[in-house]
């Protein structure tokens, strides 16, 4: 696992640093250009209402809240660590995010039937944001529950993930190399904050486990 990981990173660092120049070198990208007429070609109210519903999945109203419950659920249930890779990978996301924003200065795509935002365009927050928490949440499932569940909830939160990242092409926000540039830098910081708690200086708070409750009948002796 440890090597998968570290294949994975690696991966997404050559990936992302090979867009990223482009990106700076306003290179035009064919799927660029392809992509976002494509998916608006599919248009539909059914299909409208489908990836609005998925870009607010995805926004910066939904995931809070579900951050903050997702936490309270993990401190009750005594799993510091856990808490803590989810709390670095989210905040450090949206951190790692909006500077990416500032230095890469990418205008949003300007078409006639989407609403210019006022922010800059690469990398797609919604996706690097999505990619860090709702996969995050998967990978704690898995350490929790097991082998079965963890499965399960990691291949909901990459269908979920994708769809998120589709929705921001079909609504005209963003361009397919903004939504490629955030999943591969969400996935990238996830295997560093997740190799960090897991195998590096922060294990020693993913190893606590909860107290094992005590037997009635041995702190009364075993006496009935």
Same mark, same amino acid.
């Given at each position: 696992? %440890? =090597? /998968? ?5 690696? !991966?997404? #660092?050559? @990936?992302?640093? &090979?867009? +990223? ?51 309270? %659920? =993990? /401190? ?5 660590? !856990?808490? #803590?890779? @989810?709390?670095? &990978?989210? +905040? ?60 399960? !909830? ?17 609504l005209g926000y963003h361009y397919f190399t903004d939504v490629l540039g955030g999943v591969l830098a969400g996935t990238g910081w996830l295997l560093i904050v997740l190799a960090a708690v897991r195998s590096g200086p922060l ?10 409750r005590s037997n009635p009948s041995e702190m009364s002796g075993g006496r009935s």
């Open positions: 696992m %440890l =090597l /998968i990981g570290f294949l994975g990173l690696t !991966a997404c #660092l050559v @990936l992302f640093g &090979t867009l +990223a120049e482009g990106i700076r070198d306003q290179e035009v990208y064919t799927l660029d250009v392809w992509a976002n007429p494509f998916f608006h070609g599919l248009a539909s109210p059914f299909m409208d209402t489908v990836m609005n519903a998925a870009t607010f999945a995805g926004s910066n109203l939904f995931i809070p809240p579900l951050f903050v419950i997702a936490i309270a %659920l =993990l /401190i009750r249930i005594q799993r510091p660590g !856990a808490a #803590l890779f @989810l709390t670095i &990978t989210s +905040a450090g996301s949206l951190l790692l995010n909006s500077l990416m924003k500032v230095f890469f200065q990418r205008p949003r795509p300007q078409l006639p039937w989407a609403t210019v935002l006022p922010d800059y365009s690469f990398p797609s927050g919604h996706t690097m944001n999505s990619v860090a928490f709702y996969v995050a949440l998967a990978v704690i499932i898995w350490s929790i529950r097991g082998r079965r569940s963890g499965t399960f !909830a990691l291949a909901i939160a990459i269908a979920l993930c994708g769809l998120i990242g589709l929705s921001r092409i079909y294990a020693r708070f993913w190893d606590v486990r909860p107290r094992a």
